[in-house]
C-alpha cells in the first residue's frame, strides 16, 4: 500500500545551462524587488564575501536567480559576472530557471534503486518526454532525481510536490501525474 506523508521538504534542484550570455547592455530590472535586493547589498556594505548570503535573498525575492539579477549582483558587488555565475551555478540550493509548476523528485538512493526507483524514473520520462533535471516545454513540471530523502525504510520513495509517496508504484505516480 503507498504510504503518503506530509513532508515540508522543499528542495529547490535545478539544470544547469550549458552556457550563459551575458548582455552588458542589459538593464536590470527597476521595481520593487530590484530596491530590496539593493537594501541587502548595502546591508552586507558590498561585501564580496557575502556573495552567497546576497545570493540566498536574491532567490528569495525572486524566485529564482535570473541572468540581469546575478549581473546586477556581480556590478554591485565589483565580481567578474563568471564568478558570480559559477558560485550561483555551483550550488544546488540556487536556480537559474523559474520553477515549474509541479515538482517530482524520485529517490535514486540505494534502497530505493533496489525497491524499483529506476522503473518509476525510467517510466516518468517516457510519460513526460523529459529526463531527470528537465522542466517540460509548458513549464508544468520538473522533474528530478535525488540521493537519499531520508526515508529509506519507505523505499521506493518519489517526493511530489513537497509530499512524499513511500512504498509507491508507479502506477500509482502515474495517477498522480495524470492529475496535473
Ligand atoms: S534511498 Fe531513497 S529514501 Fe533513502
Do not use: W
Request: aromatic share 8%.
Amino acid at each position: 500500500m503507498v504510504q503518503t506523508i506530509n513532508y515540508s521538504l522543499l528542495p529547490t534542484p535545478f539544470s544547469l545551462p550549458s552556457q550563459i550570455m551575458m548582455n552588458p547592455t542589459q538593464q536590470p530590472p527597476t521595481d520593487n524587488h530590484l530596491q530590496k535586493l539593493d537594501r541587502t547589498i548595502k546591508r552586507y556594505q558590498y561585501q564580496q564575501d557575502a556573495l552567497i548570503e546576497i545570493l540566498h535573498t536574491a532567490q528569495e525575492i525572486f524566485g529564482y536567480l535570473e541572468e540581469n539579477i546575478l549581473l546586477h549582483i556581480a556590478h554591485s558587488l565589483k565580481l567578474p559576472p563568471s564568478q558570480v555565475y559559477g558560485v550561483a551555478t555551483f550550488y544546488h540550493l540556487f536556480s537559474l530557471k523559474p520553477p515549474a509548476q509541479h515538482t517530482c523528485i524520485v529517490c535514486t538512493g540505494t534502497a530505493c534503486y533496489f525497491q524499483g526507483n529506476q522503473t518509476i524514473l525510467t517510466k516518468l520520462e517516457k510519460s513526460t518526454h523529459i529526463r531527470a533535471g528537465q522542466t517540460t516545454a509548458d513549464g508544468k513540471l520538473s522533474l528530478h532525481t535525488a540521493r537519499c530523502l531520508g526515508t529509506c525504510g519507505l523505499a521506493p520513495v518519489v517526493l511530489f510536490d513537497g509530499v512524499l509517496f513511500g512504498r509507491t508504484t508507479s502506477e500509482f505516480i502515474g495517477e498522480q501525474m495524470s492529475k496535473i
